[in-house]
């Protein structure tokens, strides 16, 4: 029997390829997004056409959609072997031009969602004794950015959650894994999906041409470099595959998959984790 996957944010991007992806490769995938009867209803059709593909509604920052999306499948499935927490918004401006209720709305989906998908999957996986949870997070997660920083704070607090519960879910057999991409050419970063951006126009004029000629210069680098090292999003679909078949146990806490960075993601990630472990010792001793 074929291995139920759960996807979040399937309509576009990384989502949608992902399901294409795992449908090929023969796992069963239910595929979650918005509006599957509204504006996504072409690409919902689409993907139902897919084998082995289900297509159902979720707003991963409503409690009621989440809880009702997951006692369904799980009913019908009797399981759900993976998760894949995809679903996310982006969003850039200076951090003083972002209103409280804008930070809360890209919280609600990069982080609460997240751990609202934990809470529903987790007492099925807990019971079954195994289970895989891959988090999409984000290449810059473990550091930050100017004129990204709610966005990049939300990614940082799902890395924090995939550690954290590497540790707490061990004993179930229960496998984390962050997935940190660098800036590839989905709908998130050419604008065609919208983003939760600064919405207080007059800070950030008050900031002057300065701020905006430093804005304007790190979006063209990083463009610039995804153009240089043509990144592909079926990397990251790819990757997905990889670590589902890996055999449990072996699967990294974190895989970075960013062209761009050139290994310096892997250092980051490796000396973060060195010095982590000599903390620990020291609390421990």
């Known amino acids: 029997m074929s291995q139920i996957v759960f996807i979040t944010g399937t309509s ?7 399901t294409e992806t795992l449908s090929k490769a023969g796992f069963t995938v239910i595929a979650g997004m918005r509006d599957i009867g509204g504006k996504n209803a072409e690409v919902a059709n689409q993907l139902s056409q897919l084998p082995n593909v289900d297509v159902v509604e979720i707003d991963i920052t409503k409690d009621e959609s989440v809880t009702n999306a997951f006692a369904n499948m799980i009913a019908k499935y009797g399981r759900i072997d993976i998760l894949v927490n995809n679903a996310a918004v982006a969003g850039f401006g200076l951090l003083e031009a ?41 290449g810059a997660s473990g550091h930050t950015m100017p004129f990204m920083i709610p966005y990049l704070a939300s990614k940082f607090g799902v890395e924090s959650i995939t550690e954290g519960l590497q540790d707490e879910l061990a004993e179930f057999g229960i496998e984390n894994v962050s997935i940190q991409p ?23 004029e008050s900031y002057g041409d300065a701020a905006t000629q430093k804005f304007n210069a790190i979006g063209t680098a990083l463009f610039g470099k995804m153009q240089q090292f043509n990144m592909d999003p079926q990397v990251i679909a790819n990757g997905i595959l990889e670590l589902i078949q890996m055999p ?21 990630i490796e000396t973060r984790a060195a010095i982590k472990a000599k903390w620990m010792k020291k609390y421990s001793a």
């Open 248 to 268: 449990a146990g072996t699967r990294p806490l974190r895989k970075p998959l960013d062209a761009i960075a050139q290994g310096t993601d892997i250092e980051f």
């Open 12 to 18: 576009s991007g990384f989502g949608k390829l992902t």
């Open 182 to 204: 660098g800036v590839y050419p989905t709908e998130m970063n050419t604008g065609q999906k919208q983003g939760v951006n600064s919405d207080k126009a007059a800070i950030t």
């Open 98 to 138: 972002y209103s409280l209720d804008r930070i809360r709305q890209m919280f609600e989906v990069n982080f609460y969602g997240v751990i609202r998908t934990y809470q529903a999957v987790l007492p099925t996986m807990r019971a079954a004794g195994k289970g895989l949870i891959i988090n999409i997070t984000s």
